[in-house]
């Protein structure tokens, strides 16, 4: 099993910056990708960003493209967002989640932080 554990969330002003971060535990070795999703109050949860765990390929949703930079620090078991230039359309609960396979199903999921963006 693997223990996910965000940190980083908090309040901005729009057009600032802010970097999330995710510690992962346990049993590491099977993971395969971690990602970012988010939800907003309202809306379903959707994919923000990912990160091959091992190659360091990266992918991105076209609403964060050229904002958010997602990275990994294998040694510390570590994944990062870094959000730039965030609107007020970025406030959600960012979730860190990890998979074991390549099939586009997440495994493991943390807790969730608070990211709020005000106008």
């Known amino acids: 099993q693997v223990q996910l554990v965000e940190s980083g969330g908090g309040l901005v002003q729009a057009g600032g910056s802010l970097r999330v971060s995710c510690g992962a535990s346990?049993?590491?070795?099977?993971?395969?990708?971690m990602g970012w999703f988010r939800q907003a109050p309202g809306k379903e949860r959707e994919f923000v960003a990912a990160i091959n765990w091992r190659g360091g390929n990266t992918g991105y949703a076209d609403s964060v493209k050229g904002r958010f930079t997602i990275s990994r620090d294998n040694a510390n078991n570590t994944v990062l967002l870094q959000m730039n230039s965030l609107k007020p359309e970025d406030t959600a609960v960012y979730y860190c989640?990890?998979?074991?396979?390549?099939?586009?199903?997440?495994?493991?999921w943390g807790q969730g932080t608070q990211v709020t963006v005000s106008s």
């Open positions: 346990g049993r590491t070795s099977s993971i395969l990708i």
């Open positions: 989640a990890g998979a074991a396979r390549f099939d586009g199903e997440y495994d493991y």
